[in-house]
């Protein structure tokens, strides 16, 4: 890995970088979208590529129970498998010791899993994990973390934090038996919940480890904690990293937290939120998410944005075929899906250029200004922004900002 800083805003922490790996360049931040079985679900690798996308996601767990590492093997690795050409990295599995817990039990050796799919017993030990990414081939590898729920309290939560920093040590020693180090980069796993003294402890221990990974990733969040604990989580380990390796937060998809998460000196962030909620029939926009199922847009014969450069809005379909066809359709959901990887790309897009051009706070708060025009700001995305010298409310009536998360979408059918 190539890793160079190109700008940083002067008023916040966030900064454009180049990235460089085996399979070309990707310049950061970035967003990527999810491809948990080797496919972005509805899409084409060259249609996802089309879009402006460099850098996707796989999924270690599932790849491994299928098509499985043989298979993987003798396609020549997960980039041939799916037509992949650009940068991939892959999870670790060690998400799925929370979103598979019934059929996971955690020891030091490693995880036991029930198969989903056939009930088979599989083992995943640091050096498992690390030997199947190899298979798969990404440019990005993540260690084996010890991962739970992010509302979870307790012993366990140091527990699992300790645990993380011994199986880094693990994966890292089978990364560096392999001999590929130059073409697949490791990166860590920061863990310790919403306690900011364990957070502290696995940053300070990972840090040590710096000479022999790539990168970092912030892990353990977007699990449905509050976002004013969430976005000081971000911002205490975005500090600590080493500012010469790429920050990576785990499992961050809403607009809102990207934009946060970059101005707090995050460069990665991935999620299945933009194509999931596609499937759903809801278009993302810098008005705010759209419910194409509503039957207000029913009449509609405008594109989901007229501004917008994507396949679906520059070929006029309109609002009103897809509530027609959406979540009945399969061509509405690639429809969608095709629009909300576009959004998402224009609005990173959009970031990384005007922290090129010095404009970076002015940009959120323009952007803002649209995006939550109809429902007013979220508390949590003012204060974590003025933690970083931005204030939304410049000049504003304080009366805009709305307690909690936020509103994201339109619930009724109103007129």
């Not at 955690?106 to 029930?114: C, P, V």
């Not at 402890?201 to 604990?229: F, H, Q, T």
Request: hydrophobic share 40%; proline share 5%; net charge negative.
């Amino acid at each position: 890995m190539q890793f160079e800083i190109l700008a940083k805003c002067n008023t916040t922490k966030a900064r454009v970088s180049r990235m460089t790996l085996a399979h070309g360049e990707t310049v950061l931040p970035t967003f990527m979208p999810v491809a948990t079985q080797a496919a972005i679900k509805g899409l084409t690798p060259e249609q996802v590529e089309s879009l402006g996308v460099t850098l996707i996601l796989n999924n270690t767990y599932h790849l491994n129970l299928r098509p499985g590492i043989k298979v993987l093997n003798k396609a020549g690795g997960a980039h041939k498998f799916q037509g992949w050409t650009r940068n991939l990295l892959t999870d670790s599995g060690g998400f799925q010791f929370v979103s598979l817990s019934k059929f996971t039990t955690i020891t030091e050796e490693g995880a036991l899993f029930e198969s989903p799919f056939t009930g088979e017993p599989t083992m995943l030990t640091p050096e498992e994990s690390i030997r199947i990414q190899h298979s798969i081939g990404a440019d990005i590898i993540m260690q084996l973390d010890d991962v739970v729920p992010s509302l979870l309290k307790g012993p366990r939560v140091e527990e699992a934090m300790e645990r993380s920093v011994r199986w880094l040590d693990r994966c890292i020693e089978q990364h560096e038996k392999s001999g590929k180090q130059n073409t697949q980069n490791l990166f860590a796993i920061v863990q310790g919940g919403l306690d900011h003294d364990l957070r502290d402890r696995c940053l300070d221990a990972m840090v040590e480890r710096k000479p022999r990974v790539a990168g970092y990733a912030i892990g353990g969040l977007s699990g449905g904690e509050e976002k004013d604990i969430f976005w000081r989580v971000i911002k205490q380990c975005a500090a600590k990293l080493p500012e010469d390796r790429p920050r990576y937060s785990m499992g961050v998809g809403f607009v809102e937290d990207l934009l946060v998460c970059f101005a707090l000196g995050v460069d990665m962030a991935d999620c299945v939120f933009p194509t999931r909620t596609a499937r759903f029939g809801v278009a993302l926009t810098f008005n705010g998410p759209l419910n194409l199922k509503l039957s207000r847009h029913a009449k509609d014969l405008s594109p989901i944005d007229e501004t917008c450069p994507c396949p679906t809005c520059k070929s006029g379909i309109s609002r009103a075929l897809l509530h027609h066809t959406v979540t009945h359709e399969t061509t509405a959901a690639h429809a969608v899906t095709s629009h909300n990887i576009t959004f998402q790309a224009q609005v990173v897009g959009q970031a990384r250029n005007a922290i090129l051009a010095g404009e970076f706070p002015s940009y959120l708060k323009n952007f803002f200004a649209t995006y939550f025009n109809q429902h007013g700001y979220p508390e949590w995305v003012v204060n974590a922004l003025r933690s970083v010298n931005v204030d939304l409310l410049e000049g504003l009536d304080d009366a805009r900002v709305v307690t909690g998360d936020g509103a994201r979408w339109e619930y009724s059918d109103t007129p």
